[in-house]
């Protein structure tokens, strides 16, 4: 490890620390909140109906007043609210949402979305008794487990660029696949581990000749990509099926195969890239993108790295420990153990691209 790679030493003192888990206890309060704002619609309620007190907000949104009262007070108390009058009566105060924070609240599309954020840790917390069973035996937590909260928050995580620069941006930027995409015969693609289905959605509306194949073993979530295509108005072009990436498919039908986010997560990375590069055509190409984490592992380290080890320790490990055997890779995946998956997949070739990269991924592009 070298000075490089570690951020400043923290403070050493008890103080310190105690100051540092309380501010951090009081975070885990608020995304709380956050969670109960977005899942009851209250966010949604002020925002379309204007300022509310406890009484309107607990009859627009059908809650009760009481708890809409508390609510109101907690959010307005963490600056999450604005409050017109704080001295006024408790049932006669008005709260409004702040415009700076509509979109960042409410507006899935947005770059900004952290709604999404406040759902996956609800959804980790619920899971924790059997999270500690499974730390104690060596089991798993199954994907499908952490139920509609982690399901729904993974597709919104990658929404927005999916939505907004996968098509447009991001793919014209990578020379090896965007022709493919934009061949006059018509691309055959397959979104490996699609989730709810935004990645194979953006790239049929980003080049109409495409056809794509999206598929993953969880079921949910290919019921809640076919509705998206159905929405998005490119079911006639892409379909979605519950399937084992790691079983082969037939040899040599697709041109491009994108994986968003999902190798580290996989019980079995190296099976499921055997299985892509069977399926791609011979000079097709396999777009990967996963956690863009530092070089080699490093502590103290950054606020994305812990972020990713948040989710490594409550979700994306314990879903690859469910099989067995199993790679239990972690969040964390670095370069390098992404190219000994696709050298153990037998990919002749593999990239690391730098450029274009988002703040939390990054792209490799594999071929046969
Ligand atoms: C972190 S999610 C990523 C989903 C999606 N690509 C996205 O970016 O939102 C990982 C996905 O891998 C899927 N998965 C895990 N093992 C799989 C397998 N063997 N075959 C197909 N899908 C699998 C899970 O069901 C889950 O939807």
């Known amino acids: 490890m070298t000075a490089t790679h570690n951020a400043p030493a923290p403070e050493r003192s008890a103080d310190a620390l105690v100051g540092r888990l309380f501010d951090a206890s009081i975070g885990m309060f608020e995304v709380m909140s956050v969670y109960v704002g977005d899942r009851l619609g209250l966010y949604r309620a002020l925002r379309d109906g204007g300022p509310a007190t406890a009484a309107e907000l607990a009859a627009r949104a059908g809650i009760d007043e009481r708890y809409a009262r508390e609510w109101l007070e907690q959010q307005a108390v963490a600056d999450l609210l604005d409050v017109d009058d704080t001295s006024a009566a408790a049932d006669r105060r008005r709260y409004v949402l702040p415009d700076a924070y509509a979109d960042a609240l409410l507006d899935l599309d947005s770059p900004l979305s952290m709604a999404p954020l406040a759902r996956s840790v609800v959804a980790c917390a619920k899971v924790l008794p059997v999270l500690l069973d499974a730390y104690r035996s060596g089991g798993g937590v199954d994907w499908a487990d952490y139920g509609p909260d982690m399901i729904e928050a993974q597709g919104d995580f990658n929404r927005p660029w999916l939505v907004n620069s996968f098509g447009q941006d991001i793919l014209p930027a990578i020379p090896a696949v965007h022709e493919k995409l934009g061949a006059a015969a018509g691309a055959r693609v397959a979104d490996v581990a699609c989730g709810v289905g935004w990645a194979a959605i953006a790239i049929a509306k980003a080049y109409p000749g495409a056809k794509v194949d999206g598929f993953d073993l969880d079921r949910s979530s290919i019921v809640l990509a076919t509705a998206n295509a159905e929405r998005a108005g490119v079911a006639d072009r892409v379909t979605f099926a519950v399937r084992d990436a790691a079983d082969p498919a037939?040899?040599?039908?697709?041109?491009?195969?994108?994986?968003?986010?999902?190798?580290?997560?996989?019980?079995?990375?190296?099976?499921?890239?055997?299985?892509?590069?069977?399926?791609?055509?011979?000079?097709?190409?396999?777009?990967?993108?996963?956690?863009?984490?530092?070089?080699?592992?490093?502590?103290?380290?950054?606020?994305?790295?812990?972020?990713?080890?948040?989710?490594?320790?409550?979700?994306?490990?314990?879903?690859?420990?469910?099989?067995?055997?199993?790679?239990?890779?972690?969040?964390?995946?670095?370069?390098?153990?992404?190219?000994?998956?696709?050298?153990?997949?037998?990919?002749?070739?593999?990239?690391?691209?730098?450029?274009?990269?988002?703040?939390?991924?990054?792209f490799y592009l594999l071929t046969p």
């Open 250 to 362: 037939a040899a040599g039908q697709y041109d491009v195969a994108v994986v968003i986010e999902a190798i580290h997560d996989l019980s079995r990375p190296v099976e499921v890239l055997g299985a892509i590069r069977g399926m791609l055509k011979p000079d097709g190409v396999a777009l990967i993108a996963d956690e863009r984490t530092e070089d080699v592992f490093t502590a103290p380290g950054s606020e994305t790295e812990r972020i990713y080890y948040g989710f490594s320790l409550f979700t994306c490990l314990p879903a690859a420990m469910t099989e067995r055997p199993t790679a239990a890779t972690g969040t964390a995946m670095r370069a390098d153990t992404m190219r000994s998956y696709a050298e153990a997949a037998s990919f002749g070739g593999f990239e690391r691209l730098d450029e274009p990269a988002l703040d939390m991924l990054r």
